[in-house]
């Protein structure tokens, strides 16, 4: 019984104000260990598969915008002009007017403001104010960006191509695959040009 005595004495003695300043001090002095903790040890964080499948997405557009429109109408002519019956490998060269163009949604707003004066002499006059203003309208994504809404995107004209193939020295050939160009593009034929790979 002599030990809770002891205690109960140490207790009685023990300052109030200064225990509860020290357990205060304490308390303090943890928090900002915990908050330094995690500053300089952050834990890795884990990406879930949302997060993957966005990574994923960003990177085909990527990809995909690489791959220009000339680079895919060559292609996409290759393939089918190599197709017809006694030509064999083919390269084409396909130049253009101009670049793609793309017309974005405008929101217009008009206003009209119109005033008649007169004056001391009797004669009037009338004042006509029109204002006119145009807003590219976009729309959010996730990444809080904003990009254009596209009514339409022009494809360029096509001003000449040139075709190398396999078997063009066969007039008959040739004829085929003038026929099949100015088709495709709706060019004149004296915009394509054909001629036989070496």
Not at 10 to 34: D, G, Q, R, Y
Not at 55 to 83: A, G, P
Not at 107 to 135: F, L
Not at 184 to 193: A, D, E, G, T
Request: aromatic share 6%; with cysteine; glycine share 4%.
């Amino acid at each position: 019984m002599g030990f809770f005595d002891k205690l109960k004495d140490n207790l009685e003695n023990i300052n109030l104000k200064k225990t509860i300043l020290n357990l205060v001090a304490i308390i303090i002095f943890c928090s900002i260990l915990l908050i330094g903790w995690s500053t300089f040890f952050p834990q890795e964080e884990e990406i879930n598969t949302n997060t993957n499948k966005e990574i994923v997405n960003v990177l085909s557009e990527q990809k995909e915008e690489s791959i220009t429109y000339d680079d895919s109408q060559n292609t996409q002519l290759e393939k089918i002009l190599s197709e017809i019956d006694g030509v064999g490998s083919v390269d084409v060269m396909i130049t253009y007017e101009s670049s793609t163009e793309v017309v974005p949604a405008m929101n217009t707003t008009k206003s009209k403001q119109t005033t008649e004066e007169t004056d001391k002499q009797g004669g009037n006059r009338t004042i006509s104010q029109e204002n006119t203003s145009e807003n590219i309208v976009t729309i959010s994504s996730k990444d809080y960006s904003n990009s254009p809404v596209v009514i339409k995107e022009i494809k360029p004209v096509v001003r000449g191509v040139i075709v190398v193939a396999e078997g063009a020295s066969n007039p008959m050939i040739k004829t085929q695959l003038i026929d099949a160009v100015t088709t495709i593009f709706q060019v004149k034929s004296h915009k394509v040009k054909i001629f036989e790979k070496k």
